[in-house]
């Protein structure tokens, strides 16, 4: 994602949030065609892009319990 997309999305963080600002961010492109991802501690670097059934099936496994190991 180039840097004048990314200053065009509005992120936002989890409340669920660390007060240490250990989190991510998210956003979704105009019309909901994407959804980025980006690590709230250093919002320079790359956001990563996902279509949105991606994203939905990210949050259910998450919410099922899942993790990587």
Same mark, same amino acid.
């Given at each position: 994602?180039?840097?004048?997309?990314?200053?065009?999305?509005?992120? /936002?963080?989890?409340?669920?949030?660390?007060?240490?600002?250990?989190?991510?961010?998210?956003?979704?492109?105009?019309?909901?065609?994407? /959804?980025? /991802?980006? =690590?709230?501690? =250093?919002?320079?670097?790359?956001?990563?892009?996902?279509?949105?059934?991606?994203?939905?099936?990210?949050? =259910?496994?998450?919410?099922?319990?899942?993790?990587?190991?």
């Amino acid at each position: 994602m180039t840097a004048p997309t990314a200053l065009r999305l509005r992120w /936002v963080k989890s409340s669920y949030s660390a007060a240490n600002n250990e989190c991510v961010e998210v956003a979704v492109s105009g019309g909901g065609r994407r /959804v980025y /991802v980006r =690590d709230s501690k =250093d919002t320079t670097r790359p956001a990563l892009s996902l279509s949105p059934a991606a994203f939905a099936a990210f949050i =259910d496994h998450t919410a099922a319990g899942h993790q990587h190991r």
